[in-house]
C-alpha cells in the first residue's frame, strides 16, 4: 500500500508539473514566442554548465526547507503561512551570531545553525500557543507574525548590524562567516552561491522524514493532523501537539532563513518580506506534504527561478511576462491535489476497459 | 481529500491577496501610463538583425521597469540608443534585491551576448565589483555608484568598467530656487525616504537653493526644521500621504519629495488638495514626474523636478562605447556645470520669468560663480 | 406481476476483492424488496452499480424489461430510479424546498412558490409531513430523511432505493419510516430496501434478496421465512439472537460516580446530580432516548468533556482532575459513540489505528521509536480476532473499511485493551447479526473477566440482551437502577420518559 500510493502520488505530481509547464506555453505561445525555445533556454538557464546547476541548488534549498517547513505543519493539520517571518528572525539570529560570534568554524556552525532554529521555531511557537491555549486560527496569527518580523526587521538592522552607509540594509558578513565553502564553489564551476546549506536541508529532510515515519513524536503529530477529535479521544495531547508542530516548522523555517541570509546573501535588507515563505507553500503542495517530494519539488521551482533570467535573457519574452508564465507553472502545479480525481477516473476507466477485454 | 482541496484554494485566495496587494502598490507607483516602454518593447526585435550590433544589457533595480525613476530612466536613454538602430537592447528583472540576484541577471545577460551592460543604482555595487573581474570582456556603466567590497574598505574600478555620479545637491538647489520664485513666500517642505546619500544631498540643495533665492531674489520663504523629514523608507505610500498631508495643514505650500512610493502618497495627497481648491505643490525628483502630477483637467501639481538626467547618462555611455571612446576605468560626475542634471526643460507650472531666472541661476553654477556644497553646512536642517 | 428492475449476472472486482459475483435481482412492481447481507457483503456496491456510480464488470440490466446502460446518476434519475443515501445531501441553510429543487431549478427564475405547493401536495399525498419552508439545518434527521424521499418524489423517481434508512434513526422515527414506506408502495410505488436489520425486513419488505460475500444465496418470501432463517442464510450458519451468559457476580466498584453535573454543548446541565456505581464482573446498561445526557455523561467519565461539580472514581482514584490519557493508563477502555469522528483517523492504516492508544507503550515503542513489526502484528491478531474484513488487510487505510468493519476493528482494539472499565457507546452499531452476536459474546466474556463495562445503547433489546443491571436516564438524571431480570421492557419505557415505576426501585443501589 505504501508503495502504491507513493508512486501514485509520484505521478500526480508529474502530471501537474506537465500540465503547468503546458499552461506556460500556451501563455508564451500566446505572446508570441517560441514556447519550445522559451523552455530550452528556461532548463538551460538552470541547468547549462555545473556552475549554473549550484545556483540552482542554491536557490532550491532555500525552497527546500521552506518547503519542509510548511509541509511539517501541514502534517499537523496546520497551515503555516508565517514561513516568512520566521525566515526573518532565523535569518536575523544567524546574521547576529555571523557578526558577533568568533569561534573555530565547526563550532561556529553549530551555533549559527541552532541560533537559526531557535529564533525561528520561537516565531512559531507564538503562533501555536495562540492556538493551543485561545483557539487563535494560526492563519491570521502567523500573518501577524510575518508583519512583526517584518517591521522588527527595521529595528534590528539599523540598530545592530547597521553597515558603514546603508541604513537599508545590514553589514555584509565576512566570508568565512558564511555558509559559502571555498570547496563547494570550486566543485560547481564557481557559482558563488552554492552554500552548506543544501546539505543542511538534505539533513533536516531525513530527519524530518524519520521522525514522521519511525517516531512516536510524529505518530502522534499526524493523528492530531489527520482527526484530532480521534487523536483527543486515544488520549494525544493535542495542543502540546499543535505548539511542538509549529514550533518545528517555525525552526525548519528558520533554517531557511539562515541559509538565504548567510549563505545565498551576505547581509539582510529591511522592507523586504522573503517570497520564499509564501513559495514553500506551492512547494509543500506539489510536494503532497511528503519529504521527499518537498526536496524534489523544491528543486524543480529552484530551477524555474533560476532559468528564468536566461530564458528572458535569450528570448523576446518581457520580464514581466516571464514572471507571469513561473508563476502559472507554479499555480498548476500547486492544484496537484485536483490531479489526484483525474488519475483515479483514468485508472477506473482502464480498468473496466481491461476487464471488458480480458471478458472477452 | 475534502480538506487538502479546502486547503489548495485557501493557498490561492491567499496568493490572490497576495498578487492584488503587489499590483496596487505597483500601479500606484506607476501611475502614470507607461507609453514609452510599451511602444518600443515590440521594436526591441527588427525584422533584419545587422550582423554587428552592440547588444546592450540592463538590470533593474527594486521595482519595474516603468518606476518613474531609475530604471525607467536609465532605460530611455538606452531605448534612445535603440530607436535609432544603434543597438539592440534587453532588460531582466532579478527575481530579488540581493547581490546573488543582480549577478545572476548580469550572468545572464552575458552568455546570451549582451556584453555591454548598465546598472541602474547603488545596490549593484558589490555585484559590480565581482562582476567586473568575472567577465573581463564585457563593459559596464554604474550609475549613481562606484564598485567596491561588501565591506567598503575596497574601490576598484576596472578599466571595463565607468562609474556616473550625480551632484544631486546642485539639482535640489535649482528646484529649491525654481519653487522660491515661484511662490514668493510662505513654508516649504521636505520629505525624504531612507536617509542616505543621495536623498540627503537632494535635500542639503534644496534647502541652500531657498537660502539662495531669499537672501538674492527677495523671496520669503520660511523652512523649519519639522516640515524636513525621512520617512524612514521609500514604499510607504500612506506614511507619505500623511505626512504630506500634516505639513499642508500646518501651512507648507511646496513639498520637495525625493522618497519613491512615499513621494507617491505626498503626491496623492497634494492632487486631492489641488482638486478641493487650495493652491499647493508638489517638486518631483530624479526624472521629471510632471506626468506623475496630472489632475483630470490635464493640469499637473508638480511645480518642477530635481533631474537627474540618467537618460543621457546611458545614452552617453552607449554612444561613446560605439565611437570607441568608452572612458572605462573613470568615475564620471554629471553636474550642472555638464548639464548632467537640473531642472526639466518645459515646465507648464513655472512662468517664463522663473524659468529665465533659474536658467541664470543654473549658468552662475556652471561658471563656478554659486558653489552648492553637496554636505550638510551649518545652520541647515540634517 | 411485472419486474420493474432486473440486474442480471452482476460481477464487480475492486484490487483485492470480488464486491458483487455473479448476482441476481429481480424487482416486482410495486414491492417493497429487502437486499440482506452482511457489513461488506456488496449490498452497496449492487446499488451503486443501479444507481450509475460503478460501472459492473459484468452482468445486464433491465429496467421495465429493456436492457439499459447506467454510466452515472442522471442517467439513473431518468429511468425513474432514485436513490436516499445513508448520508444525506442537503444545504443545511437552505429550506426544504430550496433543497428539493436544487438542480432542478428549470429555468433562469426560481419559480420557489409553485414548487413549494407541488411539495406540500406530494407530502400530503405520502404523509411525509414536512413544511416546504423548514430550514433544513432546524429540522430533526428523520425529518431531513424525509426531504430526502420529497426530493425523489418531486423528480418522479418510480424506483426508490433505501440504504441502510434506519440507521440514522431513533425508534419512533424507524416506525414512522416504514408508514411511509407503506404508503409509497400504495401508490404504485417500488421500493428496494437494503439494510441487515431483521426485523424491519419483517416488518415491512415483501420479498427479500439474501447476499452473502458478494454472492446471490436466496430470494424469500419474507412472510413465510423466519428470522433465523434469514439470519442463518445471510451469515451462513446459525444465529443465536440472545447471548448466553451466566449471572454476574459482582465485585468491588470500578467505576464510582458521585453527584455528577456535566453542562452540554449549550451550556446548560446536560448530566444532573448523576450518581452510579459500576462493579467489577458486570454490566449495567444505560436506557434512555438518545440525547437524555448519555452523551455527555460518558464524556465526562473518559475525559473529552469537562464536569461541572461532582467526582468520578475509577478503581478507587479519583480521575476528575486527570487527562484523557491519565485515565486509559488508568484502565479505561472506550468504544464511542462516533466511530467517523472519534473512533478511528480515517487516513491511517488500521494497523497504526489500532495501537493508536498504546503507540508509545512498550513493546509498540522505545525510546520514542515505534516498533512496526509489533504493531502489525498486534492489527492482525485484532483483525484475525475480530473478523476485520478489508482490501489490503492491516495496510488498509481505516476510511476503506465499512462501517461495519470499522466498528469491528474498534470494539477489536478495545477489548483487546484489556480495559478494567469498559464504556461501550452503540457498541454494535452499524452491524449485522453475525458480528452482533460475536461482540455481545465478548463483551459477556469481558465481563467474566472480572472486568466492569458500562453499555449505553438506544436499543432496548441490546440492554435487556446485555446488562445486568440498567440505569434509566431521562433529561440528564438518573431516574432509577433495576436488575434486568426484575423489570421488563415496558416499565423500562415507562421509565425513560421519566416516570418512576413504583414496583422496580426496591433494588436502586445508590
Known sequence: ?360 | MKKLLLLTMMVFLIGALFVSCGGKKEAAQTAAPAATTTQAAPAAAPAAKPAAKLKVGMVTDAGTIDDKSFNQGTWEGILKAQNEGLVEAKYLKPSGTTEADYLKEIGNLYDAGYKFIILPGYKFETALYIAQDKYKDAKFVILDGEPHTADYVTYRTEPNVVCVIWNEHESGFLAGVAAALHIKEGEVGFIGGMEVPAVQKFNWGWQQGIKYANENLGTKIVQKQENNLYQGSFDNVAAGQQIAASMYDKGVKVIFAAAGGVGVGAINETKSRVTAGKEVWMVGVDVDQYPEGLLPNGKSVMLTSAMKYLDRASYDMIKAELAGTFPGGQTLHFSAANNGLGIPPVNPNLSAEVQAKVSEVSQLMLKGEIKVAGELLPGFFK | ?510
Request: aromatic share 8%; hydrophobic share 45%.
Open chain 3, 1 to 510: 406481476m411485472s419486474h420493474v428492475i432486473e440486474m442480471l449476472n452482476i460481477r464487480k472486482e475492486f484490487p483485492g476483492i470480488v464486491a458483487n459475483d455473479d448476482i441476481t435481482l429481480q424487482v416486482e412492481q410495486g414491492e417493497i424488496h429487502a437486499i440482506l447481507g452482511e457489513n461488506g457483503a456488496g449490498k452497496s456496491t449492487l446499488m451503486s452499480i443501479l444507481f450509475g456510480l460503478y460501472r459492473a464488470d459484468r452482468g445486464t440490466i433491465k429496467v421495465r424489461g429493456k436492457e439499459v446502460h447506467i454510466a452515472n446518476p442522471n442517467n439513473a434519475s431518468a429511468l425513474g430510479i432514485g436513490m436516499v443515501h445513508q448520508h444525506f445531501q442537503l444545504v443545511q441553510n437552505f429550506t426544504v424546498t430550496e433543497n428539493i429543487i436544487l438542480g432542478r431549478e428549470g429555468g433562469f427564475i426560481l419559480d420557489r412558490r409553485t414548487a413549494a405547493k407541488r411539495i406540500k401536495a406530494l407530502s400530503e399525498q405520502y404523509g411525509l409531513s414536512i413544511d416546504p419552508y423548514s430550514i433544513i439545518s432546524d429540522i430533526t434527521v428523520g425529518m431531513q430523511q424525509r426531504v430526502e424521499i420529497l426530493k425523489m418524489l418531486y423528480r418522479d423517481a418510480e424506483i426508490l432505493i433505501f440504504d441502510e434508512p434506519t440507521a440514522v434513526l431513533t425508534p419512533q422515527e424507524i416506525d414512522e419510516l416504514m408508514q411511509i414506506m407503506r404508503n409509497l408502495v400504495k401508490e404504485g410505488k417500488s421500493i428496494i430496501l437494503i439494510t441487515h436489520k431483521l426485523d424491519e425486513i419483517k416488518a415491512v419488505a415483501d420479498r427479500c434478496t439474501i447476499i452473502r460475500r458478494g454472492k446471490f444465496v436466496d430470494l424469500v418470501d419474507v412472510a413465510t421465512t423466519s428470522q433465523a432463517k434469514m439470519a442463518a442464510m445471510m451469515v451462513g450458519r446459525q444465529v443465536n439472537f440472545k447471548v448466553k451468559k451466566k449471572p454476574a457476580e459482582p465485585k468491588e466498584p470500578v467505576l464510582f460516580i458521585k453527584d455528577l453535573n456535566v453542562l452540554n454543548n449549550k451550556k446548560v446541565l446536560g448530566v444532573k446530580d448523576f450518581s452510579l456505581e459500576v462493579r467489577s464482573g458486570e454490566i449495567v446498561g444505560i436506557a434512555g432516548v438518545d440525547g437524555n445526557g448519555q452523551t455527555e455523561l460518558v464524556e465526562a467519565i473518559t475525559g473529552l468533556r469537562s464536569i461541572a461539580s461532582g467526582s468520578v472514581q475509577i478503581n478507587g482514584t479519583d480521575i476528575t482532575e486527570k487527562d484523557i490519557k491519565e485515565r486509559n493508563e488508568i484502565g479505561l477502555g472506550h468504544i464511542p459513540e462516533d466511530r467517523q469522528k472519534r473512533g478511528l483517523v480515517m487516513q491511517f492504516p488500521i494497523r497504526d489505528n489500532m495501537v493508536i492508544k498504546e503507540y508509545y507503550r512498550k513493546p509498540f515503542s522505545k525510546n520514542g521509536l515505534l516498533k512496526e513489526e509489533v504493531i502489525r502484528k498486534h492489527a492482525q491478531d485484532i483483525c484475525d480476532a475480530f473478523d476485520v474484513r478489508s482490501g489490503e488487510g492491516i495496510e488498509s487505510a481505516a476510511g476503506k473499511l465499512s462501517g461495519g468493519n470499522q466498528q469491528k476493528a474498534i470494539v477489536g482494539r478495545e477489548m483487546m485493551l484489556e480495559p478494567n472499565l469498559l464504556i461501550a457507546v452503540q457498541p454494535t452499531r452499524g452491524l449485522d447479526v453475525g458480528a452482533i452476536e460475536y461482540i455481545h459474546k465478548r463483551l459477556v466474556e469481558h465481563r467474566d473477566k472480572g472486568h466492569a463495562v458500562l453499555l449505553v445503547s438506544f436499543e432496548l433489546d441490546e440492554i435487556f440482551n446485555l446488562s445486568d443491571r440498567i440505569a434509566v436516564m431521562n433529561s440528564g438524571r438518573l431516574i432509577d437502577t433495576v436488575f434486568t431480570n426484575e423489570t421488563n421492557e415496558q416499565d423500562v419505557g415507562l421509565m425513560m420518559t421519566g416516570v418512576k415505576v413504583r414496583g422496580a426501585d426496591h433494588e436502586s443501589t445508590i
Open chain 1, 1 to 360: 500500500m505504501k508503495v502504491r500510493f507513493k508512486s501514485n502520488s509520484f505521478v500526480i505530481a508529474l502530471s501537474a508539473v506537465v500540465l503547468g509547464l503546458i499552461a506556460g506555453g500556451i501563455f508564451m505561445a500566446m505572446i508570441g514566442s517560441d514556447p519550445f525555445e522559451g523552455f530550452l533556454y528556461l532548463f538551460k538557464g538552470g541547468l547549462m554548465n555545473i556552475e549554473r546547476i549550484g545556483n540552482t541548488i542554491a536557490t532550491a534549498t532555500t525552497l527546500i526547507l521552506v518547503g519542509l517547513s510548511v509541509s511539517f505543519a501541514f502534517k499537523t493539520g496546520l497551515f503555516n503561512i508565517g514561513a516568512s517571518g520566521q525566515m526573518l528572525i532565523g535569518g536575523l539570529c544567524a546574521t547576529l551570531v555571523a557578526h558577533f560570534v568568533n569561534i573555530p568554524r565547526p563550532l561556529y556552525l553549530v551555533v549559527l545553525i541552532a541560533a537559526a532554529l531557535v529564533g525561528g521555531a520561537i516565531w512559531g511557537i507564538i503562533p501555536g500557543l495562540l492556538k493551543a491555549k485561545f483557539n487563535v486560527h494560526e492563519v491570521v496569527a502567523t500573518i501577524m507574525m510575518n508583519w512583526i518580523a517584518y517591521w522588527s526587521i527595521f529595528y534590528f538592522v539599523p540598530a545592530f548590524l547597521k553597515g558603514p552607509f546603508l541604513e537599508t540594509e545590514s553589514k555584509s558578513i565576512l566570508l568565512e562567516k558564511s555558509l559559502r565553502a571555498a570547496w563547494l564553489n570550486k566543485l560547481f564551476g564557481g557559482s558563488q552561491y552554492i552554500n552548506l546549506g543544501i546539505f543542511v536541508a538534505i539533513v533536516a529532510i531525513i530527519l524530518i522524514k524519520f521522525i514522521l515515519d519511525k517516531t512516536t513524536l510524529g505518530f502522534e503529530l499526524k493523528a492530531v493532523g489527520s482527526n484530532r477529535y480521534c487523536a483527543e479521544y486515544a488520549g494525544i495531547r493535542v495542543n502540546r501537539n499543535v505548539i511542538i508542530s509549529m514550533m518545528i516548522a517555525g525552526g525548519l523555517a528558520g533554517l531557511a532563513g539562515m541559509v538565504f541570509y548567510t549563505g545565498y546573501a551576505s547581509n539582510m535588507q529591511i522592507g523586504v518580506m522573503p517570497s520564499m515563505g509564501f513559495d514553500g507553500i506551492a512547494v509543500a503542495l506539489l510536494g503532497a506534504s511528503n519529504p521527499i517530494g518537498v526536496f524534489f519539488s523544491g528543486f524543480f521551482f529552484g530551477l524555474l527561478q533560476s532559468g528564468k533570467g536566461f530564458m528572458n535573457a535569450m528570448t523576446d519574452v518581457p520580464p514581466e511576462i516571464a514572471d507571469t508564465i513561473i508563476a502559472t507553472i507554479i499555480y498548476f502545479t500547486a492544484t496537484s491535489v485536483l490531479f489526484k480525481r483525474f488519475w483515479d477516473w483514468v485508472a477506473r476507466l482502464l480498468s473496466v476497459k481491461f476487464d471488458k477485454k480480458g471478458g472477452n
